[in-house]
């Protein structure tokens, strides 16, 4: 057995057969959690293991900083020893999660029905990139055509006038924490009944929901009573105010900030058009050029010091460089440097805090196949490892 972690979810085992991101994401907060995670991977390992630079190959950055603190094993589920192997698992664990489509998991005999009678309480979560129950279920999907599907590019082309992604795989990312909090829901479940089950998040369902939050507006209506668009975060001004010498980003928004900013900056806006949220949110694009006019007459300092004196939210512009020196991260102790065999990796913490259960990141990422032996072990199956080509061999 791996040696027990701290958190809320210590003595809680997955076994994680995702890929990519969502998946992977899900489970690293697990782990980080304090979740026992064994990773299982093909032979060749995770796509992600090749995506971008890193200190050893099949270690790309994104790889390892979603698959930290995890337990790798290598199994050839086509072969009667992967299956020996991953049966074993299922029978000792909590979770069971993946990625594949409905008709890849089929095919390994790895069916919520399938798995639940080996283990009957066991929480079996789906990774789709649409939900199996409508007619694009067999679609692939990835971020970026996810992103496209619900609708973000064509918001994007509202506010740019250019028809973009997002600068980051922000589909895979809010997926992957819909996962999380089906399974946790699903345990907690269990805490209380005893009650395993199935759970199921499509990409394109969670994303869909994270749109949908503010753009749904007055389409939600009986009759629609507007367009489903929020219109603020798509006011083609709406962007970080160019100062004299660089940007600042504020946002000068209820009655109180827009009262405090006019009365120190330009007591003329304190006229019946521009005084009540309501008023400024009909002519919102307007509002924003004539606050752009007024940013460029200072300094980024200046306007820091100002509106944070007003007590109005605002930021200097920075860069996800510029984190790793923040000092409100640095203050907080959100990097945590962890040796690996391929030397210190300084890992973005956990981004939650507990009382009682404090997590932490769990450690480096596995290497291809690193636990397989100790995973095999703690299973009594280290005969499988002397299998020729996948297939077992009798214990020795």
């Known amino acids: 057995m791996s040696e027990s972690k701290p958190g809320p979810l210590a003595g809680v085992r997955v076994v994680d057969l995702t890929a990519m991101v969502m998946g992977p994401y899900c489970t690293q907060i697990m782990a980080d959690m304090g979740a026992d995670v064994i990773k299982i991977e093909p032979p060749q390992g995770d796509d992600t293991r090749y995506v971008s630079v890193g200190p050893a190959p099949g270690m790309s950055g994104v790889f390892v900083n979603v698959n930290r603190g995890k337990r790798g094993v290598t199994l050839d589920l086509k072969s009667e020893a992967g299956r020996t192997a991953l049966q074993a698992l299922i029978e000792r664990a909590d979770v069971f999660i993946h990625s594949m489509r409905a008709a890849a998991i089929g095919r390994l005999g790895l069916s919520y029905a399938e798995v639940a ?3 009957p309480d066991i929480v079996y979560t789906n990774c789709y990139g649409y939900s199996r129950r409508g007619p694009k279920r067999d679609l692939p999907a990835y971020d970026d055509t996810i992103q496209a599907a619900c609708g973000l590019p064509s918001v994007q082309q509202q506010l740019t006038g250019e028809a973009n992604y997002v600068g980051t795989i922000v589909a895979d990312k809010v997926a992957g924490l819909t996962a999380l909090y089906a399974t946790m829901m699903a345990l907690f479940h269990r805490e209380r009944t005893g009650e395993g089950q199935e759970v199921e998040i499509g990409m394109f369902e969670a994303m869909a929901s994270f749109m949908l939050v503010e753009h749904a507006n007055g389409a939600m209506f009986d009759p629609p009573l507007g367009p489903a668009v929020y219109p603020r975060t798509v006011a083609p001004n709406r962007r970080p105010y160019r100062t004299s010498d660089g940007y600042v980003s504020a946002l000068i928004y209820n009655d109180k900030h827009w009262a405090a ?4 900056v330009r007591p003329e806006w304190n006229s019946e058009r521009y005084a009540t949220l309501e008023g400024r949110a009909r002519q919102i694009d307007t509002v924003y050029a004539l606050l752009a ?6 300094t980024t300092r200046e306007w820091l010091d100002l509106l944070r004196e007003l007590e109005i939210p605002a930021s200097a512009l920075s860069s996800p460089a510029a984190l790793f020196d923040d000092p409100q991260l640095d203050a907080v102790g959100f990097f945590e440097t962890v040796d690996s065999p391929h030397g210190p990796v300084r890992f973005p913490g ?11 990141v769990a450690g480096p990422a596995p290497d291809l196949g690193a636990h397989t032996s100790e995973v095999l072990g703690e299973l009594g199956l280290s ?7 996948g297939v077992a061999t009798e214990p020795v």
């Open 117 to 119: 009678a080996i283990k």
């Open 383 to 389: 005969w499988i490892e002397s299998g020729v080509d």
């Open 293 to 298: 006019e007024t940013f460029a007459q200072r």
């Open 350 to 360: 956990v981004p939650t805090w507990f009382s009682r259960t404090p997590g932490g």
């Open 261 to 264: 900013f006019t009365d120190a």
